[in-house]
């Protein structure tokens, strides 16, 4: 029965039922089945909307990799751009890092994070994998248990449950395998930066040749690559902005000011396509594992975009939880899914560190002690900036050890 008492349709079942088809769960989709593993991949969205969801675009070295050893980076390989040049703007003056030449000496790719999905999407659906799309998992069951269930409605808004012995839970920050953990059952870090990012996609080739990162009396502002036609912008704003409210031609008299374009050029403007604000702020969970219920991608950790790591955490988390779960159903080799939490957090400790180091790089967070002007309480951590900028400047071992960071996951 349903919990409201209405008659629940059977569902199915699959060794492993994956929640979310972002790069996490359609990494593991395509491991799982590649492995021979049975599996089904349950998705609240509709394929069209997958397709179109523009996020990510830089991958790192590692992720790469991991896509080309399982035959999954052949439109990556032709459409993606390499890319190692940032480029600082402050009120001192400008720099370049060639980080492609600087630490390991890597450089990122850019390719959209939608063009992934697609290709993932693609390979999993042509080799016949199983995906329910428009269908919305509402609850983890029984995970503590060798047999836990997935309650989901689909797009008919009838009410199903699926049954198996794993479920990877790569359905996001405010997924249902998240919300299904018991009170108590893990550590929840979470740290808010008490600012918010406008998020932007301007069809309009890029402005700087290079990632920009403009630090500014006004606030910060960014420009990332996203291919030939399409670039991506950030601007800092207020908590509590709403997407909307900044008209377009602010928002370009904006950018203007913080990426200092009457010093260092116009910047090369065109529509926007997309216009979203979010908090800046990390969330991360400890363990990464309940029972059967193993946490994957944004269900694990979200730590914003501010080092571009989300989207490759999540393919090295897939990776290894494939690994795991093949391992143990195929293998009756449990060794994988009891290290499986804690080798993740390994990689996700040391993306932290850097990602909020960037993030007090490129904001004026208030300084400790005491609360600064704009009442925000002090961030314990918050640096003062000018010295970190001008220690990257000028400091050989500091810019070795941010290309190491910047491009390892
Ligand atoms: P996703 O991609 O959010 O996919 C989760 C999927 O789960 C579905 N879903 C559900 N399905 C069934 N039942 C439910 N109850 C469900 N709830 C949700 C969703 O529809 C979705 O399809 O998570 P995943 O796979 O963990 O991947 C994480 C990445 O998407 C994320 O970390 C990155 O996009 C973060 N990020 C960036 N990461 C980088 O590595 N490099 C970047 O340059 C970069 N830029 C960005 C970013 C995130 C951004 N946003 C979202 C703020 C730029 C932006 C603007």
Redesign the pocket.
């Known amino acids: 029965m349903r919990e409201d008492g209405a008659a629940e349709a059977a569902g199915d079942r699959a060794d492993v039922i994956v929640?979310?088809?972002?790069?996490?769960?359609?990494v593991v989709g395509n491991l799982l089945r590649a492995a021979g593993v049975d599996c089904v991949i349950?998705?609240?969205?509709t394929r069209a909307?997958?397709r179109t969801?523009?996020?990510?675009?830089?991958?790192?070295p590692n992720t790469v990799r991991v896509l080309e050893r399982h035959g999954l980076a052949d439109r990556l390989h032709r459409y993606g751009q390499q890319h190692s040049l940032c480029e600082f703007r402050t009120p001192h003056g400008r720099f370049r890092l060639d980080y492609g030449s600087l630490g390991p000496g890597e450089p990122h790719t850019v390719y959209p994070?939608q063009e992934l999905?697609t290709d993932l999407l693609a390979q999993y659906v042509d080799t016949g994998g199983r995906i329910h799309f428009a269908?919305?998992?509402?609850a983890v069951r029984d995970a503590d248990g060798t047999r836990p269930s997935v309650l989901?409605r689909d797009a008919d808004g009838r009410t199903l449950r699926w049954h198996g012995r794993y479920v990877a839970g790569?359905?996001?920050?405010?997924?249902?395998a998240r919300r299904s953990l018991p009170p108590g059952t893990v550590r929840r870090h979470h740290r808010d930066h008490a600012v918010s990012?406008l998020?932007l996609l301007a069809r309009a080739p890029q402005s700087i040749d290079a990632v920009g990162y403009a630090v500014h009396p006004a606030g910060f502002a960014g420009q990332?690559a996203r291919g030939p036609e399409v670039t991506?912008y950030y601007l800092q704003c207020p908590r509590g902005t709403p997407a909307d409210a900044w008209p377009d031609d602010r928002i370009w008299a904006e950018l203007d000011l913080r990426m200092r374009a009457a010093d260092y050029g116009p910047l090369h403007r065109g529509p926007l396509l997309q216009r979203?604000v979010?908090p800046l702020e990390s969330d991360v969970l400890e363990p990464l594992r309940h029972g059967t219920l193993l946490l994957?991608?944004?269900?694990a950790s979200?730590?914003?975009?501010s080092a571009?790591?989300?989207?490759?955490?999540?393919v090295l988390e897939?990776e290894l939880l494939a690994r795991a779960l093949t391992d143990d159903l195929l293998h009756d080799d449990p060794r994988g899914l009891n290290a499986y939490s804690d080798r993740c957090l390994t990689h996700i400790w040391r993306a932290l560190r850097f990602s909020r180091w960037m993030v007090h790089l490129l904001h004026d967070l208030p300084v400790p002690p005491g609360p600064g002007a704009s009442g925000r309480p002090p961030d314990r951590d918050a640096l003062p900036r000018r010295p970190c900028l001008e220690t990257l400047r000028t400091s050989r071992a500091e810019q070795d050890w941010f290309a190491e960071n910047y491009t390892d996951v």
């Open positions: 929640l979310g088809a972002g790069p996490a769960g359609l349950l998705e609240r969205a909307a997958l969801r523009a996020r990510a675009g830089y991958l790192a994070q999905v269908t919305e998992a509402t989901a790569c359905d996001g920050r405010h997924g249902a990012w998020a990332m991506r979203l979010f994957a991608g944004d269900a979200l730590l914003g975009p571009a790591k989300g989207a490759n955490l999540a897939a």
